[in-house]
């Protein structure tokens, strides 16, 4: 069972990379809104659910392991450098708000720093 949910969870992913990666990128504001685009916001919604159910589920505790992609999602390098955006993503969002509130706008242009 643990192998099979782990198999699962490197597909859904494998899924969700190659539609990333090997559909055309959107030229135009508009065509975000349309397209393949469209399907990258919310057709690939199971393909993501499925790869964090699996992957809860294929946790490695009976000795088969994980997936290969949560084995190297799960790197120590990997951690500790999600650990940190985190405390970097904390630490921002009171700065855009100051930001924000002091100039009216954002995102922030050149000319308001000077």
């Known amino acids: 069972?643990?192998?099979?949910?782990?198999?699962?969870?490197?597909?859904?992913?494998?899924?969700?990379?190659?539609?990333?990666?090997?559909?055309?990128?959107p030229r135009t504001h508009e065509e975000c809104q349309t397209d393949w685009n469209a399907m990258l916001g919310h057709g690939l919604a199971p393909c993501i659910a499925i790869f964090m159910y699996a992957t809860a589920i294929a946790d490695g505790r009976d000795g088969i392991g994980r997936g290969l992609v949560a084995r190297a999602l799960g790197h120590k390098a990997l951690v500790a450098l999600g650990d940190y955006a985190f405390e970097a993503y904390l630490f921002q969002w009171p700065l855009i708000w100051v930001f924000t509130s002091a100039t009216g706008e954002w995102p922030l242009s050149a000319g308001s720093f000077v």
């Open 1 to 25: 069972r643990c192998f099979l949910a782990a198999a699962l969870a490197d597909v859904s992913f494998a899924l969700s990379a190659a539609a990333v990666f090997l559909l055309p990128a």
